[in-house]
């Protein structure tokens, strides 16, 4: 799960790198570094492993959902 976030992560930190002014790119960084460090530990602490979150003010805000497989039985995987 955590490589897949991390590809969209990088995906996502790029395009803001590249479509806003730099103080606009530094905070959503910065909410996106929240993301990628709450999300997983919230997906697999969820009894459904399925979670949400989002950090920061519009426009600088970072909306994220994960889903662990449904075949996981072990929450450390989920992380």
Do not use: W
């Not at 790119?25 to 929240?34: E, S, T």
């Amino acid at each position: 799960m955590a490589n897949a976030v991390s590809g969209i992560v990088l995906l996502l930190v790029l395009g803001g790198i590249t479509l806003f002014p730099r103080a606009t790119a530094d905070v959503f960084c910065h909410n996106l570094k929240q993301v990628a460090g709450t999300l997983p530990k919230n997906t697999a602490s969820s009894p459904v492993h399925f979670a949400t979150t989002v950090f920061g003010q519009p426009p600088d805000a970072v909306y994220a959902l994960a889903l662990c497989r449904g075949d996981v039985d072990n929450d450390t995987t989920c992380e």
